[in-house]
């Protein structure tokens, strides 16, 4: 079983469209995060949800919008899509409630297109 | 703030051969814990090996080894018997627990590639 899920692995849609990607982690883990892996490979993290509370909400846009029903998912919705936007965008789960060692699983990521 | 700082953009090694890439971070923090993570083509993220900082020993995890310098932040990846398999990006991330939030700041990162 995949222990962090991401769909859909590619994602092509043209400007202005509004998108989803859905993330499931079946760990356990309290916390979650979204980050965004730009053309260079820079990670840079946008948010963080712990037992479905926002934790961190890093400078993105209001065009992005988080949301945890409940602690094994986190999805982010993306409203009229710009060209900048594209990117491979990562969820990762992690254990904040059990002790080191703090290391993130992350999905195998969203590669998202804006034509 | 934290910041890690990966001075290697690229890198290469032949097979079998040994490769050290480097890691700087800063941090005023005295309880902390650091990773490598290593990306693939298939962009996947793994876990390649992490280090507590209130450990002395170096982390060894089969080829792959650290370099821990506490005092210079310097936190060095070694791997012995370069395999194809390798050539990847990878990562050196720092975490600091306690703060609230637990977030990996990541490096630029390394691109390694691994000549047959």
């Known amino acids: 079983d995949t222990a962090v899920s991401q769909t859909p692995k590619y994602l092509v849609t043209q400007m202005g469209n509004d998108k989803s990607i859905k993330c499931e982690q079946n760990l356990g883990h309290d916390t979650m995060y979204w980050y965004k892996q730009d053309s260079k490979k820079f990670l840079k993290i946008m948010f963080s949800y712990n037992n479905k509370e926002l934790i961190i909400n890093e400078t993105v846009p209001n065009r992005f919008s988080p949301k945890s029903p409940d602690k094994a998912h986190l999805n982010l919705h993306i409203n009229s899509l710009e060209l900048g936007d594209s990117a491979v965008y990562f969820c990762a789960s992690q254990s904040v409630g059990g002790g080191p060692p703090y290391g993130y699983t992350f999905g195998s990521g969203t590669r998202l297109t804006v034509v | 703030a934290q910041t890690v700082t990966q001075s290697q953009p690229e890198m290469s090694v032949q097979e079998a051969e040994t490769v050290t890439l480097s890691c700087t971070y800063d941090?005023?923090?005295?309880?902390?814990?650091l990773f490598w993570y290593k990306q693939p083509p298939s962009r996947q993220m793994i876990l390649v090996i992490r280090q507590e900082a209130y450990k002395q020993q170096n982390a060894t995890e089969n080829r792959f080894s650290v370099n821990f310098q506490k005092a210079a932040k310097s936190f060095s990846l070694k791997i012995s018997d370069s395999q194809l398999g390798d050539a990847a990006m990878y990562f050196c991330a720092h975490i600091r627990p306690g703060a609230g939030s637990y977030q990996l700041t990541f490096g630029k990162g390394t691109k390694l590639s691994v000549i047959p």
């Open positions: 941090t005023s923090e005295s309880d902390y814990y």
